[in-house]
């Protein structure tokens, strides 16, 4: 698969999400699938950030270390990350009188990379136009450089800034002629890129959070109660800003106990609920994770994943905490753990978080990470027809309701443990949700007896969601030498890796876990008995998904490939790790 | 007063359960707990028609004893569940109980945004002036040189001023009750629960196991009616006065009340052409125009 690179670069405040997303949106309408991934720092201005766009016209989900084209806004950028640009690239920055130090400037030559200064101020200066048409000015640059055609450009310039009047898009417009201009009067040589494949200009670019919040509002949820918190943040922007066109209660918390409360209480209530957080406020909701196993309500917790202990790396990503939410909270209760990995199950596993919520009564903690959360992804657009909406053994039927008994909630002789659910304000036999160990129908009851036959009838939904959940996704030889096994976002770049050449023909797999706990083995062990080398791929110290397995059905995956530098697996980096494979 | 006995609207026994009550003799929570029920009665509610939500305490062992949807959640915890829940669906009047321990210590917090978001709810306080069920420890709402379990000099800490501390939040609503007067409390619940945000009724109550000195007969003693002495709910000023001004009697009764305040949910704009509740809209959504903006 042929991909370039491209990375702007930048003090955060300065328009390089504006410069990186302009071209994103340009990149996939002109034909191109487009990864883009965001760097950043826990500040609002200054310090140094990053967006960075991997383009090719086949599908690609991954970022290169090296990019093509280095595009800085400052010269932190030309300091830090020279380095990255990959032979026979380009450089394009707007810092006046810049020049690398002597031995930058034979390794650039040596690797006969192009430095292109833009003498943004003086252009705008003598076109009269206002600052802010700088980043314009460098847009155009940027996509002249990619031998990119100035329509399309100007296209999306118009339905960006259409609303703000003709004359404001004839400047842009301007703008966009002076920096096709510059470039190809400077005699540089834009980048040959792979030819298009027009089908992804109809395809979405948005990020994982969009996604989620996506395929939470399909899957029916009414409310979303949130804290701020990175990576989680977006989520919360997403759903909020969109509550008047999908008229969802929404509720920016005062902490992430009431966010997880009052979520909990919306369930009780009968609608469908959602709230999200990452490490840290997960942490303050696990005591209310505990009452909703114990009053078997449905809850549904978006945990989105960055570097801890405490405040650790706030704006980068890692997959540190699967074991945090397969074992957060006291007592033993059900509960299933999901994991996202893209845009794509972002939307497709949100409606089934609701729909296992309801059916086993219980809460459900979605895993996602900074990375999938703020990555933007080339998207076909969703099939809006196929998510299921299944609310398990909820009644709402007055003639079933008038036969209940307050016995009936917690009727601990029903199969699997799913005893009928029904709502505050309909017309049936009342009965006691009861954080309290509880008799059949919530009252308190702290016999031996009566202790034991709840646990088992709660513990049964877990035996009985275990058989329910399907297996985990074998993708490529399906009898391979090498299995690979991974979860949350390193799939993508696996997925990336074994779609390249070097790895085409060779028998081998990835075994994709989606959902994560209570852990299916039997198709992980059929596969081991077969493989020849099975390596396990994790965000993480610890390998948390390989020791989960280990405790699961006893396999010890002893290669190991673990990363948890707050940096997601970059393409060209996992290559390298899983090249000496072939061999 | 008045007590419906028609047949098929709600009585005192629609309420009833055979779970056998486990508080103290002399405990306040009984007059509360027949209060609320006469309340309710009188409102006209079945039990199927109103949510009953407990926090941990004694007062929380009466979640199982009352024949209602009842919830009984985490200590310092039951304001953002009942909060959660009536914005789910407004249509059902949701009551949330807590004690001083959970109310002004564990969950204070939740106090603070509960009364500043005006949620459409009631929430009473059975304030008794200690942690009765983890055997008489000091709350914050304990007189600081009462000796108490865990505190034997008395606590160190000043008491919680909590009536200027509500007050200073910009209530919509405060009342006063004592657990003796279950004619009052009738009064107060009723007008309460009628409220359009939220609604914090104190109700001081005796812990004739562990409090020695707001006993019963003390209480008693101490309360006046300030609505039977011509005191105007609607003057915040003089409510606030009367409520904090303890020193020679307690006013009870309702002393704060602010109608032209919307709820958190009226707040809600995209809510307010909506004649449904979240509760009853839960179907698959079409996304379709939410996706537009990304191609």
Not at chain 1, 103 to 125: A, F, G, M, R
Request: proline residues 5%.
């Amino acid at each position: 698969m042929k991909r370039i690179s491209l990375k702007v670069t930048g003090a955060q405040g300065q328009g390089v999400n504006s410069v990186g997303e302009i071209c994103g949106k340009g990149l996939k309408h002109a034909g191109y699938c487009v990864f883009g991934y965001r760097e950043y720092m826990s500040l609002i201005k200054g310090g140094h950030s990053g967006y960075q766009l991997d383009v090719s016209p086949e599908k690609l989900e991954s970022s290169e270390t090296t990019v093509d084209i280095l595009v800085n806004f400052n010269h932190h950028g030309l300091m830090q990350n020279w380095q990255e640009v990959k032979k026979g690239g380009i450089i394009l920055h707007q810092t006046p009188m810049w020049e690398f130090p002597s031995e930058q400037q034979k390794w650039l030559k040596d690797n006969d990379i192009t430095v292109v200064y833009l003498p943004v101020e003086d252009i705008l200066k003598k076109m009269k136009a206002p600052n802010i048409l700088g980043n314009v000015l460098i847009t155009s640059a940027v996509w002249t450089l990619l031998g990119q055609d100035d329509d399309v450009l100007k296209e999306l310039v118009r339905k960006q800034f259409g609303h703000k009047g003709e004359e404001i898009v004839q400047m842009n417009f301007r703008c966009i002629d002076e920096g096709t201009a510059f470039i190809r009067d400077d005699s540089v040589q834009p980048l040959t890129l792979p030819a298009p494949d027009l089908k992804w200009a109809n395809h979405m670019y948005l990020t994982g959070s969009e996604a989620m919040g996506l395929g939470i509002i399909h899957g029916g949820c009414r409310m979303y109660v949130g804290y701020p918190m990175t990576p989680s943040s977006p989520l919360l922007s997403y759903i909020a800003d969109k509550q008047n066109e999908t008229e969802m209660v929404i509720k920016q918390a005062e902490d992430e106990i009431t966010a997880v409360q009052m979520m909990s209480g919306a369930m009780h209530m009968g609608t469908r609920a959602a709230t999200g957080t990452s490490g840290g406020g997960f942490d303050l909701m696990t005591e209310s994770l505990s009452l909703n196993g114990i009053i078997e309500n449905p809850a549904v917790i978006v945990l989105a994943q960055r570097p801890g202990p405490a405040t650790g790396l706030p704006t980068w990503t890692c997959q540190g905490d699967l074991l945090l939410a397969v074992g957060a909270a006291h007592g033993e209760f059900p509960r299933l753990v999901i994991s996202v990995s893209d845009s794509q199950d972002s939307f497709d596993l949100m409606p089934e978080a609701f729909n296992y919520a309801d059916e086993y009564q219980t809460p459900v903690i979605v895993l996602t990470d900074k990375h999938i959360a703020e990555a933007l992804y080339t998207q076909v657009p969703y099939d809006v027809t196929k998510a299921e909406i299944r609310r398990g053994n909820l009644v709402t039927d007055p003639k079933k309701l008038a036969k209940l008994k307050s016995a009936d909630r917690y009727d601990p002789t029903v199969k699997d443990g799913i005893s009928p659910r029904w709502l505050p304000g309909t017309e049936a036999d009342v009965y006691c949700a009861q954080g309290d160990e509880h008799d059949a129908e919530g009252n308190v009851d702290e016999s031996a007896s009566n202790a034991i036959a709840q646990m088992q009838k709660r513990m049964a939904k877990m035996t009985a969601l275990h058989n329910a959940l399907p297996e985990p996704d074998l993708i490529g030889d399906s009898n391979p030498d090498i299995l690979l096994v991974c979860w949350g976002s390193t799939r993508s770049v696996v997925d990336d890796v074994l779609k390249s050449e070097e790895f085409a023909g060779a028998s081998i797999a990835y075994l994709h876990y989606s959902f994560l706990w209570p852990l299916k083995t039997e198709k992980l062990l059929q596969l081991v008995s077969k493989a020849k080398k099975i390596v396990l791929i994790e965000g993480n110290y610890n390998g948390q998904l390989g020791k989960l397995i280990r405790q699961e059905c006893g396999l010890n995956i002893e290669e190991r490939i673990l990363k948890y530098d707050g940096r997601p697996f970059f393409y060209d980096e996992l290559h390298r790790a899983l090249t000496p494979l072939l061999s | 007063m008045r007590i419906p006995l028609q047949t098929g609207g709600p009585n005192m026994h629609s309420y009833y359960t055979d779970t056998p009550c486990t508080w103290c003799d002399g405990c306040g929570d009984y007059g509360i707990w027949t209060a609320m029920k006469r309340a309710l009665v009188e409102l006209g509610y079945h039990p199927w028609q109103i949510l009953l939500c407990y926090d941990v305490g004694c007062h929380g062992n009466g979640a199982d004893k009352t024949r209602a949807y009842t919830f009984h959640g985490l200590h310092g915890r039951v304001l953002p569940f009942a909060a959660g829940a009536s914005l789910a669906n407004p249509n059902v009047p949701v009551i949330a109980f807590g004690g001083d321990g959970a109310s002004f210590s564990e969950g204070v917090g939740h106090m603070v945004h509960s009364v500043r978001s005006n949620y459409p709810m009631t929430f009473v306080l059975h304030n008794n002036a200690n942690y009765g069920l983890t055997t008489g420890q000091a709350s914050s709402l304990t007189w600081q040189d009462q000796p108490m379990n865990s505190s034997p000099n008395g606590i160190p800490e000043r008491t919680l001023p909590s009536m200027d501390f509500i007050f200073s939040l910009e209530p919509t609503f405060v009342a006063r009750g004592f657990s003796g007067n279950i004619e009052q409390m009738v009064r107060i619940f009723k007008t309460a629960l009628q409220h359009r945000g939220f609604a914090y009724v104190d109700i001081l109550q005796a812990c004739p196991t562990y409090n020695h000195l707001a006993t019963h007969d003390w209480l008693l003693s101490h309360v006046y009616d300030a609505n039977s002495e011509g005191h105007d709910p609607s003057n915040f000023e003089e409510a606030r006065r009367i409520a904090v001004d303890t020193t020679d009697r307690i006013s009870t009764g309702i002393l704060y009340q602010n109608e032209d305040i919307p709820s958190f949910y009226e707040r809600l704009i995209p809510r307010q052409q909506r004649k449904t509740t979240a509760v009853e809209e839960v179907e698959r959504t079409d996304v379709s125009e939410l996706m537009k903006e990304f191609v």
